[in-house]
């Protein structure tokens, strides 16, 4: 029953009532606690309260229409819209008296989840992505002193050369931009608490998320996902939280309740989980869990009552916990195929326009990123804050395909590699010692986007800006420099192919030249310093329109020598390499 389905119906029944038509569903907007969307309050013509339709009404309403729609289904409506019929469970059937009714679990909550399910084709407003990879090296000075605790955390060495040199990479992401990245580095892996990795975590979980879903609905079924919350104080910490979180959420799904009753309801081949944190001046830390749930099934109404049995029973057990239960803040929605409906990113950006630090205020949601960036600034109570949720959250696991689920879905759990690295990739390298020095001094980040911004085409140009900013510059032959960069600039403006391979030769043989002068290192650096530096130097106007016109004669001395040599063949020994053009 889509949406469409039921606003007709409703808007029938106020017709027939003498009732105004029903107010349709505002539009959507990003949520600042989570990034789930809801709907936003639209300004409306206050009317004089009419009746509405009731909600037994509505209930009845949707009974009736359920099964008029049974009735007069046909066979072959499954074929039509490409979907196979989901298997059938294998699991004893549920008895009258144990099946729950649509009045058993029909709430407000429960309506509201029908009106969530039938938006699964809904557009998403794309969320910008923000960089935080100029914290690594912050959150690596945080968590140092919890080495005396123990192992050092794996996030302190991320980043760190693991040999001589440090290969630079550019990596096409599939919508006409490319990620730059770094091999030859340590990495740990940790997609919360490391803000290189957990773009790459983010990723992998989205893909994991994908394949699962994809299998899901090749088999007729439905993503089912319930986002499991507890209600808190400011002042309680992260640990416990989390604990009870997950204590309950796993309860419910492993007892003999589940077993018999809500895994055959919905015909549910497993879970995937991820857990997320916020925090909130007003609110403190603010965990949610994500349960998504691969169901063989279509059935609105058995995952509507599916999804409120699994929440009463999350809350009894929250409530044996001594948390107080609280039914209105857990949801449950169906998931749809689209880049940002997973719950595979964990550290949305605050919503605020300028300045985090200037525009937050006590109900402004953080994510851990941004309580380390304001960490990072000098804060120490964010610094306490983020070493917090460190601890709190070691260990985690998300978005994880068990075997189990995986044999029924027919995929494969696989491992997730790592990024794949080749010289297809691969821009240029940088000695290992500037890498350092660049995490020392919180550069890394701003070197990546540096690579990103000017591409493969600008590599010398990243290349000097890091060996500037690091103090690793090598000594150049400045007048032999400015030389190169004009020829650059000549061959740059020239149009003629004939007279831009001229200048290109030219440099060439300057190489050639003071190679065996100066030896091959020091013509190497400045050559590299001239390609990195000649389309941002400043160049003398007269100086290049003077070398742009010898440019050009000694072109056409090359282009008639070897028009002579087509015309007349020389003798055997008299050969001579047109090529060499004298300079000077």
């Given at each position: 029953?889509?949406?469409?389905?039921?606003?007709?119906?409703?808007?029938?029944?106020?017709?027939?009532?003498?009732?105004?038509?029903?107010?349709?569903?505002?539009?959507?907007?990003?949520?600042?606690?989570?990034?789930?969307?809801?709907?936003?309050?639209?300004?409306?013509?206050?009317?004089?309260?009419?009746?509405?339709?009731?909600?037994?009404?509505?209930?009845?309403?949707?009974?009736?229409?359920?099964?008029?729609?049974?009735?007069?289904?046909?066979?072959?409506?499954?074929?039509?819209?490409?979907?196979?019929?989901?298997?059938?469970?294998?699991?004893?059937?549920?008895?009258?008296?144990?099946?729950?009714?649509?009045?058993?679990?029909?709430?407000?909550?429960?309506?509201?989840?029908?009106?969530?399910?039938?938006?699964?084709?809904?557009?998403?407003?794309?969320?910008?992505?923000?960089?935080?990879?100029?914290?690594?090296?912050?959150?690596?000075?945080?968590?140092?002193?919890?080495?005396?605790?123990?192992?050092?955390?794996?996030?302190?060495?991320?980043?760190?050369?693991?040999?001589?040199?440090?290969?630079?990479?550019?990596?096409?992401?599939?919508?006409?931009?490319?990620?730059?990245?770094?091999?030859?580095?340590?990495?740990?892996?940790?997609?919360?608490?490391?803000?290189?990795?957990?773009?790459?975590?983010?990723?992998?979980?989205?893909?994991?998320?994908?394949?699962?879903?994809?299998?899901?609905?090749?088999?007729?079924?439905?993503?089912?996902?319930?986002?499991?919350?507890?209600?808190?104080?400011?002042?309680?910490?992260?640990?416990?939280?989390?604990?009870?979180?997950?204590?309950?959420?796993?309860?419910?799904?492993?007892?003999?309740?589940?077993?018999?009753?809500?895994?055959?309801?919905?015909?549910?081949?497993?879970?995937?989980?991820?857990?997320?944190?916020?925090?909130?001046?007003?609110?403190?830390?603010?965990?949610?869990?994500?349960?998504?749930?691969?169901?063989?099934?279509?059935?609105?109404?058995?995952?509507?009552?599916?999804?409120?049995?699994?929440?009463?029973?999350?809350?009894?057990?929250?409530?044996?916990?001594?948390?107080?239960?609280?039914?209105?803040?857990?949801?449950?929605?169906?998931?749809?195929?689209?880049?940002?409906?997973y719950a595979a990113h964990h550290h949305r950006r605050a919503q605020?326009?300028?300045?985090?630090?200037?525009?937050?205020?006590?109900?402004?949601?953080?994510?851990?990123?941004?309580?380390?960036?304001?960490?990072?600034?000098?804060?120490?109570?964010?610094?306490?804050?983020?070493?917090?949720?460190?601890?709190?959250?070691?260990?985690?696991?998300?978005?994880?395909?068990?075997?189990?689920?995986?044999?029924?879905?027919?995929?494969?759990?696989?491992?997730?590699?790592?990024?794949?690295?080749?010289?297809?990739?691969r821009v240029g390298v940088i000695p290992s010692p500037v890498w350092?020095?660049?995490?020392?001094?919180?550069?890394?980040?701003?070197?990546?986007?540096?690579?990103?911004?000017?591409?493969?085409?600008?590599?010398?140009?990243?290349?000097?800006?890091?060996?500037?900013?690091?103090?690793?510059?090598?000594?150049?032959?400045?007048?032999?420099?400015?030389?190169?960069?004009?020829?650059?600039?000549?061959?740059?403006?020239?149009?003629?192919?004939?007279?831009?391979?001229?200048?290109?030769?030219?440099?060439?043989?300057?190489?050639?030249?003071?190679?065996?002068?100066?030896?091959?290192?020091?013509?190497?650096?400045?050559?590299?310093?001239?390609?990195?530096?000649?389309?941002?130097?400043?160049?003398?106007?007269?100086?290049?329109?003077?070398?742009?016109?010898?440019?050009?004669?000694?072109?056409?001395?090359?282009?008639?020598?070897?028009?002579?040599?087509?015309?007349?063949?020389?003798?055997?020994?008299?050969?001579?390499?047109?090529?060499?053009?004298?300079?000077?």
């Open positions: 029953m889509y949406q469409t389905d039921l606003e007709d119906l409703i808007d029938e029944y106020n017709l027939a009532h003498g009732l105004p038509p029903a107010s349709r569903n505002p539009p959507y907007a990003p949520a600042a606690s989570n990034h789930l969307q809801v709907a936003t309050k639209a300004k409306r013509v206050r009317h004089p309260r009419a009746p509405r339709m009731a909600q037994v009404d509505l209930e009845e309403l949707i009974e009736a229409y359920n099964a008029a729609e049974a009735a007069h289904a046909e066979p072959e409506a499954l074929a039509t819209s490409g979907m196979e019929t989901p298997a059938p469970s294998q699991e004893a059937p549920l008895s009258d008296a144990e099946q729950p009714t649509l009045s058993q679990v029909s709430t407000e909550e429960d309506i509201m989840f029908l009106k969530e399910a039938a938006h699964i084709r809904k557009e998403e407003t794309p969320q910008p992505a923000y960089d935080y990879r100029f914290l690594l090296r912050p959150i690596q000075e945080m968590l140092a002193p919890l080495k005396g605790k123990g192992e050092r955390p794996a996030v302190c060495v991320c980043g760190h050369a693991r040999g001589k040199d440090v290969s630079v990479h550019l990596i096409d992401r599939g919508n006409g931009t490319q990620r730059a990245s770094a091999s030859g580095i340590y990495r740990c892996g940790n997609g919360e608490a490391c803000p290189t990795c957990a773009r790459h975590v983010a990723a992998l979980r989205a893909k994991r998320y994908r394949l699962v879903h994809e299998a899901v609905n090749a088999l007729g079924g439905t993503m089912l996902t319930i986002i499991f919350t507890i209600e808190h104080d400011p002042a309680d910490r992260l640990a416990p939280l989390l604990a009870a979180l997950k204590s309950a959420s796993t309860g419910a799904r492993s007892d003999r309740f589940w077993n018999n009753k809500i895994a055959p309801l919905i015909h549910a081949v497993g879970a995937m989980t991820d857990v997320h944190v916020r925090r909130s001046a007003q609110g403190g830390w603010h965990p949610h869990l994500h349960v998504t749930l691969p169901c063989l099934t279509s059935d609105l109404v058995a995952l509507r009552a599916g999804s409120a049995l699994l929440i009463e029973k999350f809350l009894e057990r929250l409530k044996r916990l001594g948390y107080r239960p609280s039914l209105k803040h857990q949801s449950a929605t169906i998931l749809d195929v689209r880049p940002n409906a605020v326009t300028g300045n985090l630090a200037a525009e937050m205020d006590e109900e402004t949601s953080l994510s851990p990123f941004d309580i380390a960036e304001l960490a990072a600034a000098g804060d120490p109570e964010m610094q306490a804050l983020f070493v917090e949720f460190f601890e709190a959250m070691r260990g985690s696991k998300s978005g994880v395909i068990t075997a189990r689920m995986a044999k029924k879905l027919g995929i494969e759990p696989g491992t997730d590699a790592g990024p794949s690295f080749d010289q297809a990739t350092m020095k660049l995490m020392d001094l919180n550069l890394t980040g701003t070197f990546l986007t540096h690579v990103e911004t000017f591409g493969r085409e600008g590599w010398q140009r990243s290349r000097w800006w890091a060996l500037q900013q690091t103090g690793f510059v090598p000594p150049v032959l400045e007048q032999e420099a400015d030389e190169i960069i004009h020829l650059l600039a000549a061959a740059h403006r020239f149009e003629d192919p004939a007279f831009r391979q001229m200048a290109e030769d030219m440099i060439r043989w300057h190489r050639q030249e003071w190679t065996r002068k100066h030896g091959h290192k020091t013509v190497a650096d400045t050559m590299s310093y001239a390609e990195a530096h000649w389309s941002h130097a400043n160049v003398n106007e007269t100086r290049l329109q003077s070398l742009m016109g010898r440019v050009m004669i000694w072109a056409d001395k090359r282009i008639m020598r070897r028009w002579r040599m087509s015309q007349h063949e020389p003798a055997l020994g008299d050969h001579r390499p047109y090529e060499a053009v004298p300079v000077g």
